[in-house]
T-cell receptor
Framework: AQSVAQPEDQVNVAEGNPLTVKCTYS??????LFWYVQYPNRGLQFLLK??????LVKGSYGFEAEFNKSQTSFHLKKPSALVSDSALYFC????????????FGTGTSLTVIP | DAGVIQSPRHEVTEMGQEVTLRCKPI?????LFWYRQTMMRGLELLIY????????DSGMPEDRFSAKMPNASFSTLKIQPSEPRDSAVYFC??????????????FGPGTRLTVT
């Protein structure tokens, strides 16, 4: 079955430190992987995606994510966290084999501590 | 492009009333998705359409919920009758086909529904 797992409900990191938000996936075939961010009272905004090519994908606001096929992971990273990065982060996979549906993780709440 | 447009942004209604949420997807997108977000259940896919045809409505909670897409530029999600447990933020999203740069989703700002 297709699924996305975000094992951490909450991640806290000090401002200026590197951050990682974890995501693993399970999907048949080659995955299309996405990260979205949601600020309070807003819709989800696209951060970055992996379709093919280089395993390290760079996205908006200095975020990047690394696709690891052997570990079926797509962790979101940023070298130096900002207080303004505090938000809810969703990992998603688009399954090309079953109607192109999107599957979202449960979300990880990131808090960057000044 | 104005992005995905949803209306109303906020809706407060009494239990038993009919509620209609509206969505205008981005022009040229052939997929449209309806989601519901609550603190308890997170983000749930309710239904999605491809070229105006419903593909998967298994996420629709019960018969009180219905969704239509009469044309490529408009979709509605209707709840009749509404109940307090329907209170949530409802998001509409659209995307192009996956072949077009992976087909990322674009989300609307959401409709915050409160049923009293």
């Amino acid at each position: 079955a297709q699924s996305v797992a975000q094992p951490e409900d909450q991640v806290n990191v000090a401002e200026g430190n590197p951050l990682t938000v974890k995501c693993t996936y399970s999907v048949s075939g080659n995955p299309y992987l996405f990260w979205y961010v949601q600020y309070p009272n807003r819709g989800l905004q696209f951060l970055l995606k992996y379709i093919t090519g280089d395993n390290l994908v760079k996205g908006s606001y200095g975020f990047e994510a690394e696709f690891n096929k052997s570990q079926t992971s797509f962790h979101l990273k940023k070298p130096s966290a900002l207080v303004s990065d505090s938000a809810l982060y969703f990992c998603a996979v688009r399954d090309m084999n079953t109607g192109n549906q999107f599957y979202f993780g449960t979300g990880t709440s990131l808090t960057v501590i000044p | 492009d104005a992005g995905v447009i949803q209306s109303p942004r906020h809706e407060v209604t009494e239990m038993g009333q009919e509620v209609t949420l509206r969505c205008k997807p981005i022009s040229g997108h052939d997929y449209l998705f309806w989601y519901r977000q609550t603190m308890m259940r997170g983000l749930e896919l309710l239904i999605y359409f491809n070229n105006n045809v419903p593909i998967d409505d298994s996420g629709m909670p019960e018969d009180r919920f219905s969704a239509k897409m009469p044309n490529a530029s408009f979709s509605t999600l209707k709840i009749q009758p509404s109940e307090p447990r329907d209170s949530a933020v409802y998001f509409c999203a659209s995307s192009p086909s996956p072949g077009l740069a992976g087909g990322k989703q674009y989300f609307g700002p959401g409709t915050r529904l409160t049923v009293t």
